[in-house]
């Protein structure tokens, strides 16, 4: 019998991401029979489906609780990748502060509560963003004594909104050396992308679905590889309680510390863009070794 899977998407984007048309001839190569479906249609029936892959589900953040809600439903009918409770614990970006109290090199943040007071930095560049949040929506990039009563304004606002700040410094790297994004399927490292810098001083709030990036393939440092396998390496000890060969996909942004030496920024588990297409083969090679590891997840 042929498998079935379904690839969850949001509703803005119904033929899923650049991905979707490379991962689709690749599942089909394999003789699996795949199909995008909204995660916010009440209509689909995931009894269906064998599988399903969350992809590019990129308004959860607007409905967080009922996206949960959905990871926990499909759950409960067939198998889920990544896993609910790996999706429960990456969709707030506290776990970066569960990782950084396991000795991993994360970027310092300062995190603020709804009743908490925003004292804006001694000095510097720094960023603002929500701890629940994608596509740098309700992000923007400050400097100190220039854009004070924006971020306090900006900050205020997310507080009052019943959410966790976050307060990082901006690491000027970024702007040199850009972001290097490690892309992991099964467990085994993949492919890289490097990511120019995305945010802009004192930009105009995000108001689409994502901002846009520009990017290209990297060589990743044996460094760079070194910390995304320490990260994953890390999954069993954190909230996710997870091995790194049951995550189905991963994507370990890094960004060079003020030492020069890699830091984390994101760890993507929910919905990553995977960047197929830039593995340097056009796709074919990034996508073939995603659908085997869709595959054996199926074999299990």
Request: aromatic share 8%; no cysteine.
């Amino acid at each position: 019998m042929t498998a079935r899977i379904a690839l969850a998407t949001a509703a803005e984007f119904p033929g899923l991401d650049d991905d979707g048309p490379v991962l689709l001839a690749a599942l089909e190569s394999l003789g699996i029979d795949a199909e995008a479906v909204v995660w916010t249609d009440p209509d689909v029936d995931y009894s269906r489906y064998d599988l399903v892959v969350v992809r590019s589900t990129w308004d959860y953040h607007d409905q967080l609780d009922d996206f949960l809600a959905w990871a926990d439903r499909v759950a409960a009918i067939t198998t889920l990748a990544n896993a609910a409770r790996v999706l429960d614990w990456n969709t707030h970006k506290t776990y970066l502060r569960e990782l950084g109290a396991l000795g991993l090199p994360v970027v310092d943040t300062n995190w603020l509560d709804p009743g908490d007071t925003f004292t804006v930095p001694a000095a510097g560049e720094y960023v603002v963003k929500p701890a629940v949040s994608a596509g740098s929506r309700n992000t923007n990039r400050y400097v100190v004594g220039v854009h004070d009563e924006r971020a306090i304004d900006h900050v205020t606002s997310l507080l009052a909104a019943g959410r966790t700040v976050m307060v990082q410094p901006y690491l000027d790297a970024i702007d040199t050396a850009g972001e290097t994004a490690l892309l992991f399927v099964g467990g085994e490292f993949s492919h890289a992308v490097r990511k120019a810098a995305l945010l802009e001083l004192g930009m105009a709030f995000v108001t689409a679905a994502f901002k846009q990036e520009s990017m290209q393939p990297r060589e990743p440092t044996p460094a760079e590889l070194a910390v995304a396998g320490r990260v994953l390496d890390a999954m069993p000890a954190t909230g996710a309680d997870v091995a790194r060969r049951d995550l189905l996909y991963a994507r370990v942004d890094l960004v060079p510390g003020a030492d020069g030496s890699p830091v984390l920024l994101e760890l993507e588990l929910t919905e990553p863009s995977m960047f197929l297409t830039l593995d340097g083969s056009g796709g074919e090679a990034a996508a073939t070794r995603f659908a085997a590891a869709i595959a054996a997840r199926l074999d299990r």
